[in-house]
Antibody, heavy 118, light 112 residues
């Protein structure tokens, strides 16, 4: 069974940094691209970042480009999101999700909540 | 970037009705290489993670009831839910998977 478990969320002050993790199990992690998607309270879904299976291809949403860094450790089956210069508008539930070639985001974690507030 | 415009933003229905949700992309999602449309639909119930319902515009994910039907091509797409059940009350999102990913703003399906 595919499982994705996010962690690392919490309350952080504006301008500070936070690093999220997503531990994967139930599939060969190194074979799949991975994503971070976020959802602000009461709002819709926003794709944040993508990393290919071997980390060769990385893409970001314009709203986070230059502030967030996606990375992965295939030996540890773990996806990361380093977030810097955090703003109040980054407050959201952050999900990790697995990419597929035709099935785009078939597997999601339960999310980790990031709250940016002073 | 591809912009996804979804309508309506909310829809009140009675059980047994057929509903239609529309999604328009700012550029074609049809691949000239394989003639497939890279459009997906997701369902999200309160307190849950989104669930993939349909991908490539019309392919139902395994286990999704056949009352969920995806259609459309190019820039215009539709999710039809025939004979809506109480368990279908949720938020629905379209998403392009042609170039990275972009979601529509969502449609809230509520009980009339």
């Amino acid at each position: 069974e595919v499982q994705l478990v996010e962690s690392g969320g919490g309350l952080v002050q504006p301008g500070r940094s936070l690093k999220l993790s997503c531990v994967a199990s139930g599939f060969t992690f190194s074979n799949y691209g991975m994503n971070w998607i976020r959802q602000a309270p009461g709002k819709g879904l926003e794709w944040v970042a993508y990393i290919s299976s071997g980390s060769s291809y990385i893409y970001y949403a314009e709203t986070v480009k230059g502030r967030f860094t996606i990375s992965r450790d295939n030996a540890k089956n773990t996806l990361y999101l380093q977030m810097t210069s955090l703003r109040s508008e980054d407050t959201a539930l952050y999900y990790c999700a697995r990419s597929g070639t035709t099935r785009p985001l078939a597997y999601w974690g339960q999310g980790t909540l990031v709250t940016v507030s002073s | 970037d591809i912009v996804m415009t979804q309508s309506p933003s909310s829809l009140a229905v009675s059980a047994g009705e057929t509903v239609t949700i529309n999604c328009k992309s700012s550029q074609s999602l049809l691949s000239s290489g394989n003639q497939k449309n890279y459009l997906a639909w997701y369902q999200q119930k309160p307190g849950q993670s989104p669930k993939l319902l349909i991908y490539l515009a019309s392919t139902r994910e395994s286990g999704v009831p056949d009352r969920f039907i995806g259609s459309g091509s190019g820039t215009d797409f539709t999710l039809t839910i025939s004979s809506v059940q109480a368990e279908d009350l949720a938020d629905y999102y379209c998403q392009q998977h042609y170039s990275y990913y972009t979601f529509g703003a969502g449609t809230k399906l509520e009980l009339k």
